[in-house]
């Protein structure tokens, strides 16, 4: 058959596929558009999810009568310059559009209307665009949010293209994901004031911040996020090179169970990368349980020369020149970040604890005080401290150093007095509950702590510790094992054998797509070595790291840990309580257990209060 050259309605039709797949994709061309035009107020109003109405009206620097023609034209925009060569740099975008084609796709499968008026212009006009066909300006009436602007209505979305309209999901779906590009857009510009109305009534509605950088940025993402975000989220600012990381991390015990709530943002761009997602896992790869993923919104500031941002249609991948820096960068701000939190755990375990009691209330065990001013709970005529002890770090089965005993000492080794101890942030202990819980007292109220959970957490600790400094232990195989696999998988992993040397995994290239194990972990007793590379394979693939090695090193010391740790049932001495609270206060990421549940729950006096009626 010929080559035929295709007529432009069909050109504009096909490029919308791409570009416009969905209402949501609308919304953000036409959202960023207006972000773009220096616009400090939108406004979005949405019926029957998109499909029958997209208007975003704006306050920015309008679009004149003379350049509204070329607005719906393709590869037609005021946001890339020729240099004097007349090239184009591609790698030096600093704006959210650059390709000049979202409004004549749009055009191309609905009925377009731009209604603008230009800065400093006396009139405002109008152009419409119907199924691609396009119809000259007119006058027209001018009533909108300031004296510039523009009013760009989309409606009967994919009328041209019937088929698409077959692949629409239901009104409230499609409305989902506009509100989902709405909020992420007004994360990354909390300048910006926001209204998002949906079949007339209001969804969304955010001021603009004042301090957008720092306290501004934080109300903003507690508006979007949650308001529990802001008291449990830890502040992130550090420079590597020209790459700046800041924004927000939730704590390790405020997580939800999937990644939908982690945000990047690169030159105030709303982007997902592979990458981040790797990079946010192995900050937190130890503190959470597998199915649970934590809340984080960050923001990467680097010269756009140094990010690739014409990688995809929708302008939602980036592809960064130096990745391995910006990795490193997120991990170790969101390492150091959370190792600074140290015991802090979130609010939201105190509130669910009060939640919890306010319907109901079981009796309580009788308290009596004794010596050191630490009251117990009696159970019958039995003892309740032990008559002496200590807390020991046990870690059975573990070899050399780490097979040692770890002791917490008694508190008065800690040189903290007993009418100090209350002041400290975990108090001073008052009692066991159930031989599982101790009850401590703090300045301003009480906080609860899982002994078994809390001791397993400084156990694990002290075993990386041990990890870190003397290496991973090795075990020699008699017979190296040789495991075939692709041969892109096979260099993936050679590129990172010493990555892995270092994590007790040592190989060697052994032929085309093939991997030479001549010595593997000792922690992990006999292996499948050939399963294990496969999975490491696919987390370097998808993750850019080798994560499932990592992985199964730390849940077989979490799994000592957890043997090792003073037990449910175990009854301790008020020296011994206290001194399990020092060192909480002392270790990193005490807050939750190594599943990432919380190890204490803090109750303010104001709140045990509110539960009396006192208030």
């Known amino acids: 058959m010929p080559i035929r050259r295709l007529p432009p309605e069909a050109v504009n039709r096909i490029a919308a596929g791409e570009v416009i797949e969905r209402p949501a994709a609308a919304v953000k061309e036409l959202v960023e558009n207006a972000l773009d035009a220096g616009a400090k107020r939108v406004a979005i109003r949405i019926e029957r999810g998109g499909l029958g109405l997209i208007s975003i009206e704006d306050d920015g620097s309008g679009i004149s009568k003379e350049e509204l023609p070329l607005a719906v034209e393709r590869h037609a925009t005021s946001k890339l310059v020729a240099g ?9 975008i600093h704006t959210m559009g650059f390709r000049g084609e979202a409004l004549p796709s749009i055009g191309a499968v609905a009925r377009l209307s731009i209604t603008s008026r230009a800065r400093g212009a006396d009139d405002a006009w109008v152009i419409d665009v119907e199924g691609g066909a396009l119809h000259a300006p007119r006058p027209a009436a001018w009533a909108a949010l300031s004296e510039s602007g523009a009013r760009v209505e989309v409606r009967d979305l994919f009328f041209a293209t019937p088929a698409r309209l077959k692949f629409m999901k239901s009104e409230r ?39 957008p950088e720092n306290e501004g940025r934080r109300a903003r993402l507690a508006a979007i996020l949650g ?14 090179d020209t790459v700046r990381l800041s924004g927000f991390a939730g704590l390790p015990t405020f997580h939800r169970g999937t990644r939908e709530h982690q945000h990047l943002f690169v030159n105030g761009r709303p982007v997902k990368d592979k990458l981040i997602v ?6 937190y790869q ?41 990795r490193g960068l997120i991990v170790g701000a969101l390492s150091h970040a959370l190792a600074a939190a140290g015991h802090r755990a979130s ?27 630490v009251a117990e709970a009696r159970s019958g005529d039995e003892d309740f401290f032990m008559p002496s002890g200590r807390v020991e770090l046990a870690t059975p089965g573990l070899s050399g150093d780490l097979g040692e005993v770890a002791t917490i000492p008694p508190a008065e080794t800690l040189a903290v007095q007993e009418g100090d101890a209350q002041y400290f942030p975990l108090g001073a202990a008052r009692a ?55 041969p892109s998988e096979a260099d993936a992993l ?49 993750l850019g790291d080798a994560h499932a090695l990592k992985e199964r090193l730390e849940e077989v010391c979490s799994s000592m840990a957890c043997r090792g740790s003073v037990r449910a049932g175990r009854r301790l001495t008020g020296d011994e309580m206290n001194a399990l609270l020092r060192h909480m206060e002392a270790t990193p990421f005490s807050g939750q257990c190594n599943h990432g549940r919380p190890t204490y729950v803090e109750l303010k006096l104001a709140d045990i209060e509110k539960l009396f009626g006192r208030r």
Request: contains cysteine; hydrophobic residues 45%; glycine residues 6%.
């Open 84 to 92: 004097d060569g007349g090239a184009v740099d591609l790698l030096n």
């Open 173 to 211: 779906a499609e409305m989902m994901a506009v509100s989902d590009v709405v909020k992420r857009l007004a994360m990354a510009r909390p300048d910006v004031a926001f209204m998002l109305e949906h079949d007339g009534r209001a969804s969304l509605r955010l001021s603009a911040e004042r301090d």
């Open 227 to 240: 308001a529990d975000f802001a008291p449990n989220c830890i502040a992130l600012d550090q420079t590597r």
């Open 278 to 283: 790797g990079a946010v896992r192995a900050a």
């Open 286 to 326: 130890d503190l959470l349980a597998r199915d649970r993923h934590p809340v984080a919104a960050l923001f990467l500031d680097l010269p756009p020369s140094d990010v690739d941002v014409n990688v995809h249609p929708a302008k939602t991948e980036v592809r960064f020149r130096d990745a391995a820096l910006v």
């Open 347 to 373: 609010t939201t375990t105190a509130t669910s604890a009060l939640g919890a009691a306010r319907p109901h209330f079981a009796p309580q065990p009788v308290l009596r005080p004794v010596y050191g001013g």
């Open 432 to 486: 066991q509950i159930h031989e599982t819980y101790i009850v401590a007292q703090t300045e301003d109220g009480i906080v609860i702590v899982d002994q078994h959970a809390a001791h397993e957490r400084l156990v694990y600790e002290r075993m990386k510790q041990m990890l870190s400094n003397g290496g991973v232990r090795r075990q020699a195989l008699l017979i190296p094992e040789v495991v075939e696999l692709d």
């Open 494 to 542: 050679t590129a990172r054998a010493e990555e892995l040397g270092q994590l007790g995994l040592v190989i060697e290239p052994f032929g085309p797509g093939a991997v030479l194990v001549r010595e593997t972990p000792a922690l992990l007793g006999h292996i499948d070595a050939a399963g294990l590379l496969k999975d490491l394979a696919d987390d370097i693939a998808e």
